[in-house]
């Protein structure tokens, strides 16, 4: 069993650390190599974040069936992408690969939540999940050694990236000892793939946190470097953050059985005030070397534990499509993504860094509060038997 967390942490940080997350990282020593321009840098990560949306709606349907499928998927998609984009002499090509590994980190999530499902006792499957959730700290933290180790050769940086998915993507399938069956017991008649409109009901208020979270993170994740050089960092130094939010995603391994034993929603709320606060102290203190390095860490792993419990929160929901309401808000994170960091670029453009962030921070406090918004009561008093287990 621990062998598979490891492995599927390692998986996480492949996917999302390694390749969809360090692309930011090595990107203006790509755009140098390759000749493009920030326009042409915007559509590429555009483009990757709809291939992920798409890889998580595969993942919806068919992780409780062919999780392993999506498990070589996944890797196969990250690990090709990560040596194309090594290999690739022209920006086109690099577009192409780019794109197309971002697929795996849509692909992974939910196929690995089946799969810890199906080979963890149920009394250490909260804090396993959050566990192998946090494999963006270790991912990111590799990125920035990778960065300042190898950096502007990103070529090796890229080949290093797709070998070591290779191996971690193989371990995972090895360890799994599970059957592809869904994790449906004997005699329980099989369910519909698509949930019944009471599952999307119950998710509501986690649809809506997940999107403020997705739109308020954008900021920092999009255009936290370059904050940082604006308020007269080096380039080191800004790679040395991106470090410090790995280390702060890896943070949340260690605090993960704390936040397993909190009430789901409890743990949303402190880990998305987190990240508010720390993209807050970002903005007003991005001039300090200190401040900056210690919001990074802040960020990282309230950002990385908030995601771990947006998976315990959608097991409490229906534990049996953990994995499908893990792809569903992964997907509505990640078009959150996608809206936070158009209106927050546009907003920089017209009022600056500051401003821009102080409404990122904004947006991401609303993420936090929305547990606590009042239910509307049911017209139907029956519950629903997923509703069940909340109690």
Sequence with gaps: MTGLIISGTGLIAATYGLVRLAYGLFLPDVQAALSFDAAAAGLISSGASLLYCIGAVIGFFSAERWSRLLVIVAGLSASVGAAGMATAHSTELFALFAIAGSAGAGLASPALVNIVRRNVPATALSRSQVIVNSGTGPGLIGAGILALVLLPDWRTAWLVVAVFTVGVTAATLALDRGSESGGTPAGR??????????WFTDHRKLIVAAFFLGAGSSAVWNYGRTLLIDAGSTERTSIIAWVALGVGGTAAIITARVLSALEPR????????????????????????????????????GYTAGTGALISWTTRVDAAR????????????????????????????????????????AITLLAAVTPLWRDTPRSNPRRTPHAATRR
């Design 266 to 301: 409890l743990a949303w709320i402190i880990t998305t005030l987190a990240v508010g606060a720390a993209t807050g102290v970002l903005a007003l203190a991005a001039g300090s070397t200190a401040g900056s390095l210690v919001a990074c860490a802040v960020f990282g792993w």
């Design 322 to 361: 953990a994995a499908a309401g893990t792809a569903l808000l992964f997907v509505v994170l990640v078009l959150g993504q996608a809206a936070g960091a158009s209106a927050i670029g546009m907003l920089i453009t017209a009022a600056g860094f500051v401003p821009a962030l102080l409404v990122a921070t």
């Design 189 to 198: 008649p099989a369910r519909s793939r698509l949930p019944a409109m009471s």
